[in-house]
């Protein structure tokens, strides 16, 4: 039977996403070195040095509960150019047509730009028109105010706080604030993001 996802490349003007495999190491540790995003405790950026063990967990993942974990690669001059981060389909629930976007990071030299909003795009319309869902959840730390602004940004709506959610590496509690776009929403959402792609930027 086919999964309910599989492996794809989707590529944009502004950036690439491809499947994540070993071989991305040495480039993810660079981009997480980019503004030492590990640094920042309310988020999942590998330090440089744990990029094998992130790399395999994201592959474990996949396999097992048959997520997508992509790298980010922005686009130079039309050619797929340096890798600038990662994301993810995961959550996958093929019964019921959800899934989940998250474990995102940008290199900070990118964050601000268009990339995360195009990636954000191609696989909001992987989602809706290739796979048919009916909703695509984010979720992120209640107090990571610049992930929940970027989220609201997209045209997600904010569905509610799951306290006490889940447990950070470093033992703090984490209240999960979950967004969702719905099917219904996707072709005004779709209409909105391409009229941020489209503004002019400094």
Same mark, same amino acid.
């Given at each position: ?19 994540? &495999? ?5 480039? %993810? ?7 030492? %995003? ?27 509960? &048959?997520?997508?974990?992509? !790298?980010i690669r922005a686009m130079r001059d039309g050619k797929p150019a340096e890798v600038v981060g ?5 959550? !996958? ?5 959800? %899934? ?29 028109? !290739?796979?048919?869902?009916?909703? !695509?959840?984010? #979720? ?13 940004? %997209? ?18 509690? #984490? ?16 209409? &909105? ?10």
């Amino acid at each position: 039977m086919q999964p309910f996802i599989a492996p794809v490349t989707l590529t944009g003007c502004h950036a690439q996403l491809e499947p994540l &495999h070993t071989g991305h190491a040495q480039e %993810l540790a660079a981009a997480v070195a980019d503004g030492e %995003l590990w640094n920042l405790w309310y988020t999942s950026a590998p330090r440089p040095e744990n990029i094998g063990a992130y790399i395999e967990a994201a592959l474990d993942m996949r396999a097992r509960l &048959h997520a997508m974990p992509f !790298v980010i690669r922005a686009m130079r001059d039309g050619k797929p150019a340096e890798v600038v981060g990662c994301t993810r389909m995961f959550n !996958v629930d093929p019964a019921n047509r959800r %899934l989940e976007i998250g474990h995102t990071w940008h290199a900070r030299s990118v964050q601000r730009t268009a990339i995360n909003t195009e990636c954000k795009r191609m696989l909001l319309t992987h989602a809706f028109e !290739v796979l048919d869902c009916i909703a !695509v959840e984010f #979720r992120t730390h209640w107090l990571n105010h610049q992930s929940r602004t970027a989220i609201a940004r %997209l045209g997600a709506k904010q569905d509610g706080i799951l306290r006490n959610h889940t447990r950070m590496p470093d033992g703090s509690l #984490r209240d999960t604030v979950v967004f969702s776009i719905i099917a219904s929403e996707w072709p005004a959402v779709r209409q &909105h993001l391409q009229f941020l792609l489209d503004k002019p930027r400094c």
